[in-house]
């Protein structure tokens, strides 16, 4: 009698260990239409670690100050500048700042699960509305500006709705540039 049991439960366990996988993937198919979770990891060529930051610059554990091209002073204090600091900073050949946020998908429906996104941070934070630009806003631009960061940069990253209206925001002012 013990055997016959053990060996119902040996079966039973096989089988699920087949069932789940094949129902939990062909389940994740059905809802964002891909077979596996998807990660979008973009990188700094040559990061530079940030100990902090004044709103004259940012503070490099080098002892250096780097001021961002583009923003006539940095916030006191921001949620979105920490996250996007704290994996280092890199300054490409014009000048400008670029750092790594994280951008949250929150739908289930969304394949994708780790988004980590390379930004322009004066940029970023003249979206998030925590830093003012040195040169005038189009109309278009002002209409799309953030309303705060605490509605658009939580702990779990940047929403991801909002981060694609600040690409169109950007790329509407690199267009209006030209």
């Known amino acids: 009698m013990g055997r016959r049991i053990l060996s119902y439960l040996a079966n039973v366990l096989i089988c699920a260990a087949i069932v789940l996988p094949i129902a939990y993937v062909s389940l994740f198919r059905m809802v964002t239409g ?22 004259e610059g940012l503070q490099l554990t080098d002892g250096r100050l780097l001021r961002l091209a583009g923003v006539t002073a940095l916030p006191k204090e921001s ?25 949250h998908h929150w ?13 322009d941070l004066a940029d970023m934070l003249v979206f998030l509305g925590e ?27 940047w929403n991801v709705s909002h981060y694609g209206i600040f ?10 540039d030209e």
């Open 79 to 103: 949620m979105a500048l920490s996250e996007a600091t704290k994996r280092g900073v890199e300054v490409s050949q014009d000048g400008r700042v670029f750092a790594l946020v994280r951008v």
């Open 34 to 55: 891909q077979w596996f979770p998807k990660r979008q990891v973009e990188t700094l060529s040559h990061p530079v670690a940030v100990h902090g930051w004044t709103t």
């Open 131 to 157: 830093a003012s630009p040195v040169k005038p806003l189009s109309e278009w631009q002002k209409e799309l500006l953030a309303a705060g960061p605490s509605s658009r940069f939580g702990e779990h990253g």
């Open 107 to 119: 739908c289930g429906n969304d394949p994708v699960r780790e988004h980590i996104a390379r930004v």
């Open 167 to 176: 690409q169109g925001w950007r790329f509407e002012g690199r267009q209006e």
